[in-house]
């Protein structure tokens, strides 16, 4: 039986710590979180679903956005319509990117952030991020474009960092001379 998570408020001050590294392999508890997790994500972004369960869309979540202070992330990829990839990355650390910078054309959104947010959030095009696979695994994912974008949101949340904070408050949005906006 499903039931949506209970996401934090980013109001709430546990978003701004930064979470503790996690022993692998992973608790079964953590790994039924995962498992709900990914349930939310994948129904968040299936239309009748996100109606029937009253969801936001979304993409991906950090374990602090649940208030557990453990350095995991899962993302939902719909890479094409109704086909979704999975990732779960236990102690993820980005460990190379592009130079090039991006940023969402319609800006981010946080499903810890119940409103909108105008304004572009710079990111890199590319990177490599490495971690472990919930039993234990080390891992490598290369990513580029709009799932780059996600691990780096999920990545900040990690540390405390919501993407509006990357925001630059004197210019918010950037033209196509200035980044690339995808």
């Known amino acids: 039986m499903f039931k949506p998570l209970n996401i934090l408020d980013d109001k709430h001050k546990v978003l701004r710590e930064i979470s503790k590294e996690v022993d692998l392999p992973l608790s079964k508890?953590?790994?039924?979180?995962?498992?709900?997790?990914?349930?939310?994500?994948?129904?968040?972004?299936?239309?009748?679903?996100?109606?029937?369960?009253?969801?936001?869309?979304?993409?991906?979540?950090?374990?602090?956005?649940?208030?557990?202070?453990?350095?995991?992330?899962?993302?939902?990829?719909?890479?094409?319509?109704?086909?979704?990839?999975?990732?779960?990355?236990?102690?993820?650390?980005?460990?190379?990117?592009?130079?090039?910078?991006?940023?969402?054309?319609?800006?981010?959104?946080?499903?810890?952030?119940?409103?909108?947010?105008?304004?572009?959030?710079?990111?890199?095009?590319?990177?490599?991020?490495t971690g472990y696979d919930p039993d234990g695994n080390r891992i490598s994912i290369r990513a580029r474009e709009d799932l780059a974008v996600a691990f780096q949101h999920e990545v900040d949340h990690l540390n405390g960092i919501l993407f509006y904070d990357r925001i630059d408050k004197k210019k918010p949005f950037f033209n196509e001379n200035e980044i690339r906006l995808i």
């Open 29 to 129: 508890e953590d790994k039924d979180t995962i498992k709900q997790i990914m349930t939310h994500l994948k129904y968040s972004q299936i239309e009748n679903m996100a109606s029937k369960y009253d969801l936001r869309p979304g993409m991906g979540l950090a374990f602090p956005q649940l208030g557990l202070l453990k350095r995991i992330i899962v993302i939902v990829h719909e890479y094409e319509e109704g086909k979704f990839k999975n990732y779960v990355l236990v102690n993820p650390k980005i460990i190379s990117h592009s130079e090039e910078m991006v940023a969402l054309e319609t800006g981010e959104g946080c499903l810890s952030v119940n409103r909108e947010v105008e304004g572009h959030v710079p990111r890199y095009a590319r990177i490599t991020i």
